[in-house]
DNA sequence: TCAAAAGTGTTGTCCCTACACCCATGT
DNA sequence: ACATGGGTGTAGGGACAACACTTTTGA
């Protein structure tokens, strides 16, 4: 029987930074911690990689059990494993960042779990590491937002030029000029402009979009340049 | 004592993927395994993450131990966790990449090893989802390159455009014309221009530059567009 | 009629690519 | 002299940012 003898083992676990759009802020998802240490402190959504799944099975489940949702946006950053960042015992946890519709999820809350959204800006302090993982979710959001069209996630299923803008404006903690952005973003040929109006941000309505998903498939490995002057 | 009771343990191990270039192509670094299950079969080099490390730590350590080498560019990846991946028990790699002088490294070649240079498109199999790595670290490096300064890495202190140009071409797999090449590598500002020139490629020569250190660890974040038709 | 937001037009600038051509030098 | 890479010049086109303007419609 071979095996690798006298080498240490170790809990993996994944914590997921959740995010939302509610229409005006970016926001994370938080729950309060069910378990011992720091019980009742707010804590990004993880949980323990089990036996048989990999840890992008792990934070999928993670993700379905505590906000029902399935099919999530889910992206895999890095792992965070200092010595002494869980002060019980040795845990190496894999950081995963998810973008939902915050629409979904509220129409699909499950109460068993105390969340609560956050504004990103505004947020409780978290335990362990999680602040660190959160800047780190926020920069690696800004990045990868930058270069592809992944902020549609983020958005119900029918959007408008002005909904994206303010959430282009939002992941980037910057203005954009409404004008060219809308240029810019139409012209990816991603979109698909619906007949139906929105009214309810002015008395002219904006246009409804779709996200086509045939060239968004295709074309969520493409550079897009969707930032003016990009620069990190 | 506060515990997390019936939670499953694991291995965890980092892998590292080399990437060296000798003037004329990409190349990766592996080494024969020296335990078993595979034993004498070619895999990237890895190790268990101790006690008191972090898998950065480990992974640094591991490219100490079997190259001899130290300050190596080293970038996580990703973690690879299936169920499976190792027959004889669970095990989490977390997954690297290193960009080495391949002069450096065999300067100082650590002998203990049985290590050895492959041509990044014609390498042996490797055990367990290695091969997979391999492919996965190539096109990061790609990506990577493409947007950030980088592939100086792989090259010794002073070095020519026309060596870059090639090692841009080797990485991306393509054409580059070598006109614009060199007007866009000097235009980024990184590289300061010595008197002496290489004569070992042409009879007119190539000048030799250096990297602009300075400006190399400010701009190291920035978006560059080093690739003509970026796509990817 | 007016306010307020949506969205199109316009223009100058800069960058990028393609390609021609000159440069330096060992043989 | 001439072959061989190294390196610069140049011109056309496209993208982009800046900013003016029109459109739509509820109040």
Chains 1, 2 share one sequence.
């Not at 509610?22 to 402190?41: A, C, F, S």
């Not at 190496?92 to 969340?115: M, T, W």
């Not at 504004?119 to 926020?138: E, G, S, T």
């Not at 959430?167 to 619906?194: A, M, Q, Y």
Request: glycine fraction near 6%.
């Amino acid at each position: 029987m071979i095996e690798y003898s006298g080498q240490p083992h170790y809990l993996v676990a994944v914590d997921c930074i959740v995010f939302g759009f509610d229409g005006e802020h970016l926001k994370i998802l938080l729950v309060k911690r069910g378990l011992e240490p720091e019980i009742n402190k707010w804590s990004l959504m993880g949980g323990f990689v089990g036996a048989n799944e990999s840890p992008d099975d792990a934070a999928n489940r993670v993700l379905k059990k505590m906000t029902g949702l399935e099919g999530v946006y889910l992206e895999q950053m890095q792992i965070y494993g200092e010595p002494g960042r869980d002060p019980i015992e040795r845990t190496l946890s894999v950081g995963y960042f998810a973008l939902i519709d915050i629409h979904k999820y509220e129409a699909q809350l499950n109460d068993d779990y105390e969340a609560e959204w956050f504004l990103i800006n505004d947020r409780p302090k978290l335990i362990f590491d999680h602040d660190q993982m959160v800047a780190d979710a926020r920069k690696k959001l800004r990045y990868k937002a930058a270069l592809h069209p992944i902020l549609f996630e983020m958005l119900p299923k029918k959007f408008t030029i002005p909904q994206l803008h303010i959430l282009f404006e939002e992941v980037n903690d910057t203005k954009i000029d409404t004008r060219n952005f809308s240029r810019k973003i139409t012209s990816t040929g991603l979109l698909i402009k619906l007949a139906e109006k929105d009214r309810t941000g002015s008395k002219k309505g904006a246009f409804y979009f779709k996200l086509d998903k045939k060239k968004y498939n295709a074309n969520s490995q493409a550079f897009l340049n969707l930032m003016p002057n990009l620069k990190i």
